[in-house]
């Protein structure tokens, strides 16, 4: 399989900066995408990567390094809003091929 | 507003009932997907379709069937093959760009 790994959890607290790691298989790497999931409730699309580099929106930002199969997820000035699980996706060129991470858990403390 | 809409938001099956869950889009979107997510694991691809009239199968399609008779239709069935049911369902849908977009999904449970 393509296995994602990213960290389960991880705690911070408001106005405080974040950075969430993004492990994937290089072969047949066609883009990457972060979204964020309240729980029982629809993942939301932050952020797509398809070249190596940064890409920022606002407080978010996303990074990939495509040769070393890595990308991050930068959370900056953090509010109680964003706790949620983030969760990261890669899409391979076989058609309909998502691979999701299992998410990482963000706990936004006061 | 363009979405997409599951419903029920709860539904709870009995052993030996097939359950169906609805999903419908008004993105016009041609690509429709169902994902499984248990906790602790990434979503799992149960069967996805390209165009009307047309799926695929994904990772773990045992126990589950689908249908895609209109484009803004892609309904799942839970059969009773299905042994461990208990899950939050989510479809999806995507556009050219293959961003997806997911309704709010269904949490199964088994009585």
């Known amino acids: 399989g393509q296995n994602i790994d990213q960290p389960t959890e991880m705690t911070a607290t408001e106005g405080a900066i974040v950075q969430i790691n993004c492990t994937y298989q290089t072969s047949g790497f066609n883009g990457l995408f972060w979204y964020q999931q309240h729980a029982g409730e629809a993942p939301t699309f932050l952020s797509y990567?398809?070249?190596?580099g940064l890409e920022e929106k606002g407080r978010f930002s996303s990074f990939l390094s495509r040769s070393k199969g890595y990308s991050y997820l930068l959370l900056k000035e953090l509010q109680m809003k964003d706790s949620a699980s983030y969760l990261c996706?890669?899409?391979?060129?076989?058609?309909?091929?998502?691979?999701f991470g299992a998410g990482t858990q963000v706990v936004v403390t006061p | 507003d363009g979405g997409i809409t599951q419903s029920p938001k709860y539904l709870f099956r009995k052993e030996g009932q097939n359950v169906t869950l609805s999903c419908e889009q008004n993105?016009?979107?041609?690509?429709m997907y169902w994902y499984r997510q248990d906790p602790g694991q990434g979503l799992r691809l149960i069967y996805y379709s390209q165009i009307v009239n047309d799926f695929q199968k994904g990772d773990i399609a045992e126990g589950y069937s689908v249908s895609r008779e209109k484009k803004e239709s892609f309904p799942l069935t839970v059969t009773s093959a299905q042994k461990n049911p208990t899950a939050f369902y989510l479809c999806?849908?995507?556009?050219?760009?293959?961003?997806?977009?997911f309704g709010s999904g269904t949490q199964l449970s088994v009585l």
């Open positions: 999806a849908s995507s556009d050219p760009n293959e961003k997806l977009f």
């Open positions: 996706a890669v899409r391979y060129f076989s058609w309909g091929k998502f691979q």
């Open positions: 990567n398809v070249l190596d």
């Open positions: 993105l016009n979107h041609d690509a």
